[in-house]
């Protein structure tokens, strides 16, 4: 039996309050009887008569089921509103958990947008919208009544609830192609805003400004123009909603009037069969105004399912021993994230069979030109990516075999492109722990070396560093992002050009921290082209295209290399004395 997904769990849990709300409802909808029974009271015994008292009691009597019909309505508007909290709640951590499992196997991607999928199902189910889904099953009681009053009266109401009913259904044909295109566009502007905003520097820098601007203009443009068609069908169909329903009302009360005049009805009736079929008509004509919201809703519906049906839950992990930091690579294939299935045997790899392994307390360099897989090496070796082939093992161990969590508290990293997140620089460093100390969080600073750049921050570790860490500069983000990585003195280390936005005293404390982690037995891993770093590793692995051209202790390694330029010096050298004198017969004249 296949377990069912959080989101079917969260819907399953909504149908339960689901019921009650349709109970409610059928109380309400039949308390709604009261105001045309009233008026037909009103009209055909309390004018007739002229009876004070019995107007009164009715009137006592009609206000006091008003009264129960309020309670009702406003009993039915909280189960929906602590239906969608709990719904949120159920799928709001499970959401986030695939939006980021899916970033990093889709980057380009905009699974974000998920989350406001949820918002956007929640606040269907919890408004307006489901109320007339709610309501639209007491139609027919309300056309039987009018059945009830008169047969005529009854075939009235019935034609104005099919033609608003064909009114809907048009519109929902209508527009449904057009709205499903803008919802796409319209995340594809806004997944475009939010990638190019991360690069307004560069984008002033550049002046690629106005070239930007059109481009999203051109999207923007793409998504007002799918929306303005929409909604003009759409308004075409509510204007003629509006008239039908009008022209109901004329219709009802014309046939009430001719039926009053040839005596089959009292005038109390031609009144209250038409409050009866304006009630009849209201979920229709509710559910007309509501249409655009419930597309919406289904469309965040269709993408939540297929990121639920496509991503899993992540199995829990037993915990394993913690890892001490001796890793084996096995022939690694890595492709590119979002890569169709099969590419790992083609050129579209990016790892082609790395292996490789170090010890506990080694220090690693991997060196090589841009594009021959470095990055892509070092997010499969923090487990941020998972291998098309081969493995990555932690003390014999897959990585994956790890749960996230674990690892994570064993496991520092520092990504090329530091990132820093909303918050205080102390939140940053201890990763947001809940109650970090702060020792533990001076410490990794002080490890670092970035205690004392901290201190002539404005507010010292309390300053907010904004979004992405933009508030700070880019060598202050990567010695945060160093002392967020040896944040409680994790066994492994991997850093990926950590000092490309330092200054010398920057790479003079990078290079003590990896030397003082080298002495507590810590795995560090660093990718780098700085001659004062390599001299602190132990091993070097050179990637060329992808593969392992050299790889072997750091120091036999360029001494081999020194050893082999001197070779091809010298071979040049003893060339160029051999051709000498060929070139000197042949360019020399003989003496006259």
Known sequence: MTAKT???????????????????????????????????????????????????????????????????????????????????????????????????????????????????????????GILAFFDAPWVPLFLALCYAFHPWLGMVATAGALIIFTLALTNEFATRKLLQEAGSANQGAAHFVNTTMQNAEVIRALGMEKQLTRRWLKQHDDVLDKQAKASGRAGAIMASSKFVRMSLQIAILGTGAYLAILQEISPGIMIAASIVMGRALAPVEQAVSQWKQFVGARQAHKRLTTIFDTLGDEEERIQLPTPKGNITVQSLIATAPGAKPGASGSKAALLKGISFSINQGEVLAVIG????????????????????????????????????????????????????????????????????????????????????????????????????????????????????????????????????????????????????????????????????????????????????????????????????????????????????????????????
């Open 369 to 592: 030109p841009s594009g021959s897989g470095k990055s892509t090496l070092v997010r499969h070796l923090v487990g941020a990516a998972e291998p098309a082939g081969g493995s990555v093992r932690l003390d014999g161990a897959e990585l994956q075999h790890y749960d996230p969590e674990q690892l994570g508290r064993h496991m520092g990293y520092m990504p090329q492109d530091v990132k820093l997140f909303r918050g205080s620089v102390a939140e940053n460093i201890s990763r947001f722990v809940e109650s970090p100390g702060d020792q533990e969080i001076v410490a990794a600073a002080q490890l670092s070396g970035a205690h004392e750049m901290i201190q002539t921050l404005g507010e010292g570790y309390d300053t907010d560093v904004g979004d992405g860490g933009q508030s700070v500069s880019g060598g202050q983000r990567q010695r945060v992002g160093l002392a967020r990585a040896v944040f409680r003195d994790p066994n492994i280390i991997v850093l990926d050009e950590p000092n490309s936005n330092l200054d010398a005293h920057g790479e003079q404390a990078l290079a003590a921290c990896i030397q003082e982690m080298k002495k507590r037995g810590k795995t560090v891993i660093l990718v780098t082209h700085k001659a004062n770093l390599l001299a602190l590793s132990d091993k070097t692995l050179m990637l060329v295209n992808g593969q392992v051209e050299k790889f072997g202790p750091t120091r036999e390694m360029f001494a081999q290399q020194a050893a082999q330029q001197q070779e091809a010096k010298a071979r040049q050298e003893q060339q160029k004395k051999q051709e000498a004198p060929a070139v000197v017969s042949m360019t020399d004249k003989p003496r006259v």
């Open 6 to 128: 959080p989101l079917a769990a969260a819907y399953g849990r909504f149908r339960s309050v689901l019921a009650a709300t349709v109970l409610f409802s059928f109380f309400s909808n039949i308390l709604m009887f009261v105001g045309p029974l009233y008026m037909l009271q009103v009209y055909d015994r309390v004018l007739a008569s002229r009876n004070e008292m019995t107007l009164i009691m009715i009137s006592a009597i009609a206000v006091a089921l008003l009264v129960t019909y309020g309670l009702l309505e406003y009993i039915r508007s909280k189960l929906l509103v602590r239906a969608g909290l709990q719904f949120d709640d159920m799928l709001a951590n499970p959401a986030f958990n695939r939006v980021i499992r899916h970033q990093l196997t889709n980057p380009n991607g905009s699974a974000q947008l998920t989350l406001q999928d949820v918002d956007r199902v929640r606040e269907f189910i919890t408004g307006q």
